[in-house]
């Protein structure tokens, strides 16, 4: 059973403030990450996917992964209280196009 | 614009009814997902395509299938429904261009209680 973890939260930080959500991943085969931000009731958004070891910024948020350690994580710079939303983490399987999902993290980005 | 839509947003049925949930998009995508959300238990895969005549059973396919007759179409039949298939059910979509994926496109879901 492929595996995904995620602290489930809440995680609450002040505005402007670096958010730092984790994931763990149990299939060594997995090539592609993903992060999704889900606000309440709504749909996943694709909000930044990384596929080689290291850092990929866009804008405020930077996605890190680190696959001989099978994590990757999610920095939001300058939180802002429009960030606070559902954290999913996406991983695929290997040479299959599914994606495994973590149950989330909640942030809660306080003014 | 190219989109993924979903019906019927909202839908209460009986306890052994037929259902069918419909999903539709216009990206043009071969990949196709239907995925189920409850508390808990987050994102769980219930059926997916990889194209048309294509379904493969997920993590919790028992008590659903789909059938993919064209590439913008795949609707999600309940055979008998239980309470236990209360849930929020997400369809997505995707290219995987080179065999990699590219991450998925969602619908805007459709929140099924079965009373």
């Known amino acids: 059973q492929k595996e995904v973890e995620q602290n489930s939260g809440p995680l609450s930080v002040p505005e402007g403030a670096i958010a730092s959500l984790n994931c763990t991943y149990s299939?060594?085969?997995?090539?592609?990450f993903f992060w999704y931000r889900q606000y309440s009731g709504k749909s996943p958004e694709l909000i930044m996917f990384i596929y080689s070891n290291g850092d990929k910024e866009d804008g405020r948020f930077t996605a890190q992964l680190n696959k001989a350690s099978q994590y990757v994580s999610l920095l939001i710079r300058d939180s802002q209280p429009s960030d606070s939303a559902t954290y999913l983490c996406?991983?695929?399987?290997?040479?299959?196009?599914?994606?495994?999902f973590g149950s989330g993290t909640q942030l809660t980005v306080l003014p | 614009d190219a989109e993924i839509t979903q019906s019927p947003r909202h839908k209460i049925t009986e306890t052994g009814r037929q259902v069918t949930l419909a999903c539709h998009q216009t990206?043009?995508?071969?990949?196709m997902f239907w995925y189920r959300q409850d508390l808990g238990h987050g994102l769980r895969l219930i059926h997916y395509?990889?194209?048309?005549?294509?379904?493969n059973k997920g993590e919790v396919s028992d008590g659903y299938s789909v059938s993919r007759s064209n590439t913008e179409d795949l609707p999600l039949t309940l055979e008998s429904a239980a309470s236990s298939q209360t849930s929020v059910y997400f369809c997505?979509?995707?290219?995987?261009?080179?065999?990699?994926?590219?991450?998925?496109?969602f619908g805007s879901g459709t929140r099924l209680t079965v009373v």
């Open positions: 997505a979509s995707s290219e995987s261009p080179e065999g990699r994926e590219v991450g998925y496109t």
């Open positions: 299939d060594r085969g997995s090539q592609s």
């Open positions: 996406a991983v695929d399987s290997g040479s299959a196009r599914q994606l495994t």
């Open positions: 990206w043009n995508h071969n990949n």
């Open positions: 395509s990889y194209g048309v005549h294509d379904t």
